[in-house]
């Protein structure tokens, strides 16, 4: 197969662009994003920073108990506060009561029951966030406390009531396949915990609802990652028409999944109706853990067969996803989880159980890896349990059996997928290793960094393994197409689209590729909103293929017009003609015409919509072409840590990462190390701590992030096997760097330590402690 | 309460704050009263930078500050570094060097990196790390902002030079 190959040393950002002769600003091209310097500037507009004359500060009251009956609610004391304009509750919402991704379980406040701690029960206007907050306080909330359910498999075993009407488990999935009594000559089993995970973007949830003058529509500056999924849901509990909630995208501060679930835009649109003014919102830090859905945290079990030389035969797994109180994207998740549960490994047989189940824990949904990172640790963790069964090393177990195009899944769906995970695996172990620790280290270098707490003497270095396999697109069945629209008029184009910008970098994409089909330099980007049909979800590392295939259609629609036009002028085919640089040429003869030239006076104007193929469900033992295209890649990290304090610093991490084709080397990098930070959160520090339902941990002080200098050296190779399926032969790169980082991480613990540490994140207690 | 009021001089210009909560943060009066929404909001404590502006020539979080006790400081935002509203070197090595993708931690970076290579010309890589290691970034994994760093540092020693 024909490929190339671009690699970017991620510590010196030197990057070898394989199109020399591409011009700048296209594609291939590091084209820098057209809100850069708006952002350098602080001049740059996220939706915290929405304004209106007259405007009103929204606030939520949220339940204190994780269950418990409403038995009365009485808002004359938040009333009767100078400054407060509205209390609003689930009596005033006038459609929908309920909202939701999947299943419409979610009320938009509370009327008779709360199910989770931090669930909205009432919202307030005021002219001041603190007359709000006050107002909260003085709304009078009677409450019959109930015993949570907060643990997972009693909400499988029937022991426990259901808390909601849709019943206490989501979704039950089976994947049965092959030979479910095969036993391997080597036997290994392990169960698994992952943690709760928090997307913790930066920009806090953050809206502007502007109600219109006839109390029948109303207008939202939101930050979210799919405006018409918003659209529809928001219309829906306020009894509207669709076309009279006009959405358009605020500056969005990061997403990770955590914006893909409505939040407060139900509450903030009501409050503009309700008071006729506008109303602006904006969670606190607290207020944001509470009002968004996290990564679900799940238990594995898995059993892996396989013959003595190590070639996997037969995998057994029980899935357990804890989706919280409301299901979001919980059937989904578990989807993803259990047909993901083998790895990006050749596997005949299978016998796999999986539940997502509702608790009185926070509502779960979509993270970047959407079930997959959960999968992942289980199988990869078990994959070196194999090697170590089998005596042969981690990264011989993965390549014996390294999934190729061809393969079958454990669903029966054949990979058409360019698979490269054997080049994957070898170009990741062909990266140079990280120096040695010195002798004499700076203390910011060694476990514990600064406080000087570990010792150079006691510090052990370990090296472990991941690689994943991850889907691309929605599955079963779902058609999450997208919508670009193209305008070429004299030499410039105008490319509109409701594709969320969250920060990914959509913005640059969409001009490079208009300035590839197009030949145009300037491109200019509509707002993007409501105003043109739907994008679908910036998630499932869907949106360079969606979106940027839609805007590819349109600008192509649009340069077969300029063709036909230039054609007619010049009584040539218009098949032709090509562009070549900033010019339409005559590849058969020396017509050559500048774009800016050929559509002076012009106006051509195109929407496309590009569709993935078609998938199916699965059946009732999981098998079923689901999923649309698969992604996969490599993790080695490199490990010091100090086994008697049980604190790790992460020294490197090498990635080969199959991405189809580069479009942009400088954005993909980004998203690569950007990826690697949060898996490496989930290994060693972000977990949200729950006792009996309640979230220990909803701050900045109690919840970690990796910081500067939390943050490995990356060394990453990007692989380029043009996808044939792809519109631009690119891959989603978004979810699979946060995917096999996490156990690799894990594994390198392991074998610096010794230690089983069949959970992440890894803890210092389960260091020193740990069996 | 009408005739209350307190002044504050930011980026060379005195505001006068009137009809103020006095409990109101640096962050809140910049943001909401005074029209410089720049700085950004995170986490209210202190612990994820966004918020950084510098007072008397310290960085601070302005989330911690209580605007009416700010009133004898110089203070500067990220509005306050552009001169003839020109990015700054530090400002066009993050926009050059990938250092930028959602963009809310970016102000009080920018705040940040300009604070350390005032007072340091040349940090090292480590101390590059450590000097922005109370800003937090959830899309970058940092990568491109030490090389942003680095180049605005390398800038101002080839300029020097």
Redesign the interface.
């Known amino acids: 197969m024909a490929t190339s190959h671009s690699t970017i040393t ?4 030197t990057t070898t662009d394989r199109a020399t002769r591409t011009r700048h600003g296209a594609l291939g091209t ?1 084209a ?2 057209p ?3 708006p ?8 939706s ?2 929405a ?1 209106a004359d007259n405007m009103l500060w929204g606030a939520t009251l949220r339940s204190p108990h994780p269950y418990a009956r409403i038995v009365r609610i009485d808002t004359s004391g938040a009333l009767a506060i100078n400054g407060v304009s509205a209390v609003v509750t689930a009596d005033d919402v006038p459609g929908k009561l309920t909202y939701g991704l999947i299943a419409s379980d979610q009320p938009v406040f509370a009327r008779d029951f709360v199910r989770y701690a931090g669930e909205p029960v009432a919202a307030v206007a005021a002219d ?3 007359t709000a907050r006050r107002a909260l306080q003085a709304i009078v909330v009677e409450y019959e406390v109930l015993a949570p359910l907060v643990d997972a498999e009693a909400a499988i075993d029937s022991t426990r009531a259901a808390i909601h009407p849709d019943g206490n488990v989501i979704r039950r999935q089976r994947i049965v396949r092959g030979d479910q009594q095969l036993v391997g000559e080597v036997v290994v089993e392990g169960t698994y915990e992952i943690g709760m995970q928090d ?6 949830e953050a809206a502007l609802a502007l109600p219109d003058d006839d109390g029948h529509g109303v207008e939202l500056f939101v930050a979210t990652q799919w405006l018409h999924e918003d659209q529809k849901q928001i219309a829906a509990c306020l009894n509207l028409e669709p076309s009279r909630v006009r959405l358009t995208l605020g ?4 997403a ?1 999944g955590g914006r893909e679930d409505i939040s407060l835009q139900v509450h903030c649109c009501l409050l503009a109706l309700v008071t006729k003014r506008p109303i602006k919102m904006q969670y ?2 607290e207020e944001s853990f509470f009002g968004h859905i996290h990564r679900h945290p799940a238990t594995i079990f898995m059993r892996h067969h396989a013959d003595r030389d190590g070639t996997l035969r037969r995998v057994e797994s029980r899935l357990v996803l804890d989706g919280g109180a409301y299901a979001s994207t919980s059937s989904a998740v578990l989807i993803n989880a259990v047909t993901h549960v083998q790895g990006p490994y050749q596997c005949e047989n299978a016998t796999v159980d999986g539940y997502a189940v509702r608790t009185n824990n926070p509502p779960c949904g979509a993270m970047r890896g959407f079930g997959v990172v959960q999968a992942c640790f289980a199988h990869e963790s078990q994959m070196d349990k194999l090697a170590a069964a089998c005596g042969i090393s981690p990264v011989d177990i993965r390549l014996k059996n390294a999934m190729r195009t061809g393969d079958k899944l454990i669903t029966g769906q054949v990979v058409e997928s360019v698979a490269p995970v054997e080049r994957c695996i070898r170009e990741t172990a062909a990266l140079p290793m990280p120096e040695p620790l010195p002798e004499a280290p ?1 203390p ?2 060694i476990p514990g960094g ?1 406080g000087l707490t570990a010792r150079r003497s006691n510090i052990r270095r370990g090296v472990g393994w991941g690689v994943s396999i991850k889907n691309l697109m929605y599955s079963e069945g779902f058609d999450d197409y997208a919508t670009a629209r193209c305008r070429l008029a004299n030499g410039v184009a105008t490319l509109q689209f409701a594709t969320a910008e ?4 959509f913005v640059v994409l969409a001009q490079q590729i208009a300035r590839s089909v197009l030949g145009v330099d300037t491109v200019l980007l509509e707002p993007i909103s409501t105003d043109i049909g739907s994008a679908g979800s910036t998630s499932a590392s869907r949106q360079t293929w969606m979106s940027g295939g839609a805007v590819d259609g349109a600008c192509r629609l649009v340069r077969e017009r300029l063709f036909a036009t230039v054609a007619e002028q010049n009584g040539l085919d218009p098949l032709r003609l090509a562009i070549d640089g900033t010019d339409v040429v005559d590849t058969m003869g020396a017509l050559r015409v500048p774009v800016a030239d050929a559509t002076r006076g012009l106006s051509f104007d195109e929407t496309f919509e590009h569709h993935h193929r078609k998938t199916e469900e699965l059946d009732e033992n999981g098998q079923g072409n689901c999923h649309v295209a698969f992604a996969f890649v490599a993790h080695r990290a490199v490990v010091d840590v100090d086994p008697d304090l049980g604190l790790v610093k992460v020294v490197q991490v090498a990635t080969a990462q199959d991405v189809g084709r580069v479009l942009n080397p ?2 993909a ?2 998203q ?7 898996g490496l959160g989930l290994a060693v520090m972000e977990e949200i701590v729950l006792r009996d339902g309640k979230m220990r941990n909803p ?3 109690d919840y970690l ?5 939390d ?1 490995p050296d ?1 060394v990453a190779t990007m692989i380029e096997e043009p996808e044939p399926q792809a519109p631009l032969g690119a891959k989603g790169i978004g979810e699979p760097p946060c995917i096999s980082v996490t156990p690799a991480i894990v594994a390198a613990i392991r074998a610096a330590t010794g230690r089983e540490l069949p959970r992440t994140p890894v803890r210092p207690q389960d260091i020193v402690f740990g069996p | 309460m009408s005739n209350e009021f307190y002044r504050l001089r930011v980026n060379g210009v005195d505001h006068d704050v009137r009809d103020a ?1 006095a ?2 943060s640096l962050l ?1 009066v910049l ?2 009263r005074l029209g ?10 202190g ?2 930078g ?1 918020c950084t502006v510098i007072m008397d020539g310290e960085a601070v979080c302005s989330c911690l500050v209580m605007a009416a006790t700010a009133v004898e400081a110089d203070i500067v ?3 306050g ?2 001169v003839d509203g020109e ?1 700054t070197d ?3 090595s ?5 250092g ?8 009080g970076l ?1 705040v940040a990196v300009h604070h350390l290579l005032d007072r340091n010309p040349s940090p090292s890589d ?1 101390e ?3 000097a ?16 942003a760093v680095r180049q605005a540092r390398d800038a101002r020693a080839a300029n020097k030079g």
């Open positions: 991620a510590n010196t950002g590091s820098l994003r809100d850069g310097l952002k350098v500037q602080g001049r740059f507009a996220f915290s920073d304004w001041h966030p603190e997307q913790a973007f930066l920009g806090l500056g969005v501060g990061g990770f606190g830090r700076d910011l270098q600064s969250v920060g990914q970098g400088l954005a990098l980004g690569i190390e950007g990826g690697i930070a949060q701050s900045f002080t992030l990796p910081t500067a200098l943050a990356v | 909560w409990g109101e809140y943001r909401e410089l929404p720049g700085t950004k909001g995170a986490c209210e404590q612990e994820c966004s935002t990220v509005e570094l552009a990015p530090v400002q066009q993050f926009v050059d060097a990938g930028v993708q959602c963009g809310f931690c970016t102000p920018i480590l590059i790390k450590e922005i290691s109370g800003n937090i970034c959830r899309c970058t994994g940092y990568g491109r902002i030490f090389e």
